[in-house]
C-alpha cells in the first residue's frame, strides 16, 4: 500500500528540476529573457515591465515547468568582474543560455572571448549550450550567419554537446518559446548530468480541532490538510559578493 501511495504522489507532485544558466555580456537582454521567459510559461505570472529593466547586479532567479520538467533559471550578471563568478555555477547546471546582443557589433569579440573561455570549461563538459542572437526585432542588428562567422574559431571547442544559435527578440518573444523547448529536449535526453528530483509541494500540515466529549476525552471534529508550496528550492550558496543584492524574482 505505501509503495503504490509513494509512487503516485511522485507521479502527481514530482518534477525533475533541471539548472540553467543564463549567460553573456551585460546589456545583452539576458533578464529580459528570463522575464519574457516566466511571462509566457507561468499562466499567473505577473512580471516586470520589460523597460523598467536595469543591469543585473548578481543574480537573477526564475523557474517555469513545462509538462513534467522544471527549469530553473540563474541569470548572472554579465559585466567583466562578476563574469569571474561564473565558473561557481557550472558544476550544478544542467544547460546553458549564451545571449549575445546582435546590435552591438563593437563588443562581439569581447562576447567571443567570455563565450570561448566558459566552453573550455571541464565543469560544462557535455552540457548542451543555447546561443541566441538577441535583439533581431532591431533592422540594423547582426544576422544569424554574421554571427556565426564571429564565432567560428569556437566550432571545435564545443565539442560533443547539442549546441544551436537561434535567432531571438526578448522583447517581442520571437525565438524564446523555440529555445526553451529545445532546451528542454537537450537536458531530457543528457544522460551525464541526471536531473535534481523536487516535490511541487514542500509541506503537508494537518490541523485538527477536537471537542470534549463524555469523559473528558478529546474527539476529533474537524481534520485539514494544507500544502505549502516551495517558495525557495534548495541552491548552493552563491558566492560571498552576491549575497550584498537583493535576489529578484524568485
Known amino acids: 500500500m505505501y509503495t503504490l501511495l509513494s509512487g503516485l504522489y511522485k507521479y502527481m507532485f514530482q518534477r525533475d528540476e533541471y539548472c540553467i544558466l543564463i549567460l553573456g555580456l551585460d546589456n545583452a537582454g539576458k533578464t529580459t529573457f528570463l522575464e ?47 563574469q569571474s563568478l561564473w565558473d561557481k555555477y557550472y ?35 557535455g552540457v548542451p549550450i543555447l546561443v541566441l542572437a538577441n535583439k533581431q526585432d532591431v533592422e540594423t542588428c547582426l544576422s544569424i550567419p554574421d554571427i556565426k562567422t564571429a564565432f567560428s574559431d569556437c566550432i571545435n571547442k564545443i565539442g560533443k554537446r547539442d549546441c544551436l544559435t537561434q535567432a531571438c527578440s526578448a522583447l517581442t518573444g520571437k525565438g524564446v518559446n523555440e529555445g526553451i523547448e529545445w532546451m528542454v529536449k537537450c537536458v ?20 485538527t480541532s477536537c471537542s470534549l466529549g463524555s469523559g473528558g476525552r478529546c474527539g476529533i471534529t474537524e481534520l485539514q490538510l494544507f500544502w505549502l508550496p516551495l517558495v525557495f528550492p534548495s541552491l548552493p550558496s552563491p558566492p560571498p559578493v552576491l549575497l550584498a543584492h537583493p535576489l529578484h524574482n524568485v
Not at 543560455?97 to 569579440?109: A, G, M, N
Not at 544522460?191 to 509541506?203: S, V
Request: net charge positive; with cysteine.
Open 36 to 82: 519574457q521567459t516566466k511571462t509566457r510559461f507561468n499562466k499567473n505570472y505577473k512580471g516586470m515591465s520589460l523597460s523598467k529593466i536595469t543591469t543585473t547586479v548578481g543574480l537573477n532567479i526564475g523557474t517555469i515547468d513545462v509538462g513534467k520538467t522544471r527549469l530553473m533559471f540563474w541569470d548572472l550578471g554579465g559585466q567583466e568582474e562578476l
Open 91 to 125: 558544476a550544478e547546471s544542467h544547460g546553458v543560455i549564451y545571449v549575445i546582443d546582435s546590435t552591438d557589433e563593437e563588443r562581439l569579440s569581447e562576447s567571443k572571448r567570455a563565450f570561448e573561455k566558459m566552453i573550455t570549461s571541464e565543469a560544462l563538459e
Open 188 to 207: 531530457v535526453r543528457n544522460i551525464h548530468r541526471p536531473p535534481r528530483k523536487k516535490d511541487i509541494t514542500a509541506t503537508c500540515i494537518v490541523t
